[in-house]
Structures are given as C-alpha cells and as structure tokens.
C-alpha cells in the first residue's frame, strides 16, 4: 500500500532513492511532491505508484549529489546564496565563456563555479536569462507570483465527454511536444482514451529519441505519429489542428508562430490549447526538469547545501498537472488556452518544511522512520 503522506508518499514513490549523495543515505525533501502526484492521478482514475522514478528506472540512473542523477545540472554557491545550472546541451558549454566573462578550461563546472564565488544570485541568474542558458537562482522561498497552470477561455466547442453523459465521443489530442513532460500529459490522456497523434518535425525529431528507448515507447504506446517537414508539409498540419479537441505544445509561442499556428485563434475557433513552458507563456526562459525544480525551491540538503530533488521532477509534476487541466477542458463547452508553467507547478508542491527522521540501513536497502512511522526507500522502477 502506497502512504499519501508527504515523507511514506515521497520514499515510496522511487524519487528518494533518487536523492542524496551516491555513496550516502537518500534523502527526504521538503514540501509534497509525491503525495500530490498521487492524489492527481487518482483524481483521473489512474494510479502508476512509481512514476516519478520511471525515466531513472528505464535509463538506469542513481542519485548523484551534487550532481542530477543525469550528470548535466548541478547546484553551486553564489556570493550571497545558490544557482543551479544545467550543461544538458553543447550550445550551453559553448555559451560559457559568455556567461563567466572569461576563458574555461577542460572543467566547465570549475569555470562556473570560480565565477559565482563572486557574483550574486541575482545577477547571475539575470545573465543566465540574458544568454538563454537553463537555470537560475535558488530560492529559499518558493516563487509564488502566479499559479503553475492558468486558464483562459476561447471560443464555443462541442465537449467529447461530460460527466453525466453516456454518449462519449473520443478526443483527438495533437501532440506537439517532446522530452518527458508533455509526452507525459498526452501518455496519461491516452491511458484515459483519447486518441493521439505524436507530430514531430523530420529536421528536428523529439530528442527523448536519444534516451532510452523503452522509455520513449512507454510514454507514446498506442499514439499515432505522423512526421512532418514543417517547410513544405505545413498544410497537414493545420488540418489535423483544425480537427483536434486538443493541441499540446512545449514551444516558445513565437516558435509556432512563425509555422502560422497562433495559439489564440486556435482557440477562437474552438479547439483547445495547452503550452508548457519553463516559466509560463510569457517568458522567454528556458529550462530543463532538474534546473526548473531547484529554481522552484525544489531540493533536498546536504549538511546545509541544497542538492537536486529526484530526477528532472519538475518534468513529471507538470505531465501530471498538464494532464488534469486537459482533462477538465476536454470535458468543458469553452475551448480553453492553458498556460502550464513548470517553475510554478513544482513550486505549489515545494513548500514545507522536513519533518523531523532518520534514514537507516535495511536489509540490502534503506528505511525512513518517522512520526508516521516507517518506511521502506523504493528503487526507481519501470511499469509493470
């Protein structure tokens, strides 16, 4: 049985193995991460206990403090708090120079981390964003200025199901985007029924391709996938958007702007949208799961060092979320524009403090004692 309570939920869930130095104890985060991924995927009548696990399962990753389980970001020391940065990409180490004003050597992280010794949060966090770079400040507040998903309502539709009606009809979901987050939003609608078609541009396939491939079978099992050249191929596009109850976008607006899709006429014209963004559709920033979540407030502490919180966990919290707004709007008659910002999503669920346990050895594994008793640390792993 799975615990709904914030530190069984969070060590049950694969996430705390997943946290913590490798040659050391997991660790417990703050807030409710695991608790309130439970609740939402109960809430759509589904339950996959170890899901915040599943790509480190799948990619056989371990917790690796102080870096991701993946190895690209890290959260370092500024002068007056911490920043965390991810080199996921090679345009970001050919950035660094940029970024530290300077020459680096054959250790970018050592360049990184010489600058911020003398460089505030604050500003580093502002030339992060100048430069287009993954990462930012890391709070000691999560950001709280807006909530992770915002709704705005379009023009009239016919709603594919409701819930007092025996005649459904099933949804069409255009899926527009890639790596983990909004693949997941799309995989949890097609456990619900809706018909999806994956569409990926053939000069720019979706980079989760890379990954492990059972993976990305898991998260696109029984979708559609239709590639495109979006330069000549624009036409069917627009017609399977024209006919979707739902597109499902993980793009800088302007991005799809200039593909003649605009996110507000879409939806005047009564097929819903939904973008997921790093920091909401108004923001130009980018981000990957693991930088999004610490710039969130989302981390654990190791002997008063914030470390990263499981893997990329900003990416699972905003499929979940994203995936129980499109639900509510596949069922309503307004076409809807949903803002799904990943910052904002992982920040709701940050805040809280650690309650007072003890992580100690277990057989060949590891259990957490607590006020709500004890629980055994599960391993990350793949889906039944």
Known sequence: MISSDP???????????????????????????????????????????????????YAGLQRNAPWSCGGAFRILPSSDGHVGLS???????????????????????????????????????????????PGGAVPTEPPSERAGVLVDVGGERTPSSTPDSTSRRTPLVVDLTSLWAGPLCAHLLGLRGARVVKVESRQRPDGARLGPTAFFDLLHAGHEELVLDFATELDQL????????????????????????????????????????ARGRTSDAVGFGDDVAACAGLVAEVDGEPVPAG?????????VAAAVAAVDALASEEARLIDVSMLHVA?????????????????????VAYDGGEVAVAEPRTRP
């Open 7 to 57: 530190v069984g939920a969070w060590a049950a869930s694969g996430a705390m193995a997943l946290t913590g130095r490798r040659e050391g104890a997991p660790l417990v985060a703050g807030g409710r991460a695991a608790a309130w991924v439970q609740e939402q995927l109960a809430g759509l009548g589904l339950s996959i206990p170890g899901l915040l696990g599943e790509r480190a399962a």
């Open 87 to 133: 080199l996921a990409r090679p345009s970001d180490i050919e950035l660094l120079p940029a970024l530290v004003e300077g020459e680096v050597g054959s250790d970018p992280w050592e360049a990184v981390a010489a600058w911020l010794t003398t460089t505030t949060s604050s500003d580093a966090e502002a030339r992060i964003r100048l430069l287009a770079l």
């Open 238 to 277: 627009h017609a399977l958007v024209r006919e979707a109850d739902l597109v499902l976008e993980a793009s800088r607006p302007r991005a799809l702007r200039q593909l003649g899709l605009i996110a507000e006429e879409v939806v005047g014209a009564g097929t819903s949208w939904l973008s997921i963004t």
């Open 311 to 319: 893997d990329a966990i900003a990416d699972p919290l905003t499929g």
């Open 347 to 367: 920040a709701a669920v940050a805040d809280g403090p650690v309650p007072e346990h003890d992580v100690v050895r277990h057989g060949g594994g590891w259990l």
